[in-house]
């Protein structure tokens, strides 16, 4: 019974907000082309990495790109398959596009220049990708039904 008081609780507050103001901005919320209220939330690197080396890999990334990039509204995914024999192979997407794929050996003394360059390449490559998507005629078929 607690619990369901609590989710009851929970859903109301951002209501009453946009209630109050009638601005679906007042709770951090836009609104889509659709019409659906949708949460803004961007700017992230999930790492989904499994060793050291990878860690150590997606944190200088996002330190970069929290540095140099800090107004970027888009969420990329870095990702990890480590091997005994290759190193370990990391590849970073966007919109569940790779943008980034390479191996890296776990003696690499580099890993920071290397995800500092990484994170210079998969900016470019992003605004390449919002650039394109811009121009391209959506007329007759949904963004998703590509």
């Known amino acids: 019974m607690k619990r369901m008081a609590l989710l009851f609780l929970l859903f109301q507050l951002p ?3 946009q209630e109050e103001t009638g601005d679906p901005q007042a709770v951090g919320e836009k ?5 659906r209220i949708e ?3 961007s700017g992230f690197n999930i790492d989904r990495t499994i060793t050291r080396t990878g860690h150590d ?3 200088y990334m ?11 509204d888009y969420n ?8 005994a024999r290759w190193g370990n192979l990391i590849w970073v997407t966007y919109n569940n596009k790779t943008v980034f794929r390479r191996f890296i050996s776990p003696s690499t003394n580099d890993i920071r220049k290397l995800a500092e360059e990484v994170s ?5 490559v992003v605004l390449q990708e919002k ?13 998703d039904e590509f």
């Open 76 to 83: 990329l995914t870095i990702y990890e398959r480590p091997s």
């Open 39 to 41: 949460n803004e939330i």
């Open 131 to 143: 650039v394109r998507n811009a121009l391209i005629d959506h007329y007759d078929l949904g963004k």
């Open 57 to 59: 890999f997606a944190r």
């Open 15 to 17: 209501l009453q907000a």
């Open 120 to 124: 210079k390449h998969v900016h470019e």
């Open 31 to 35: 609104l889509d082309d659709s019409g």
């Open 62 to 72: 996002s330190a970069y790109r929290n540095l140099h990039y800090p107004d970027s």
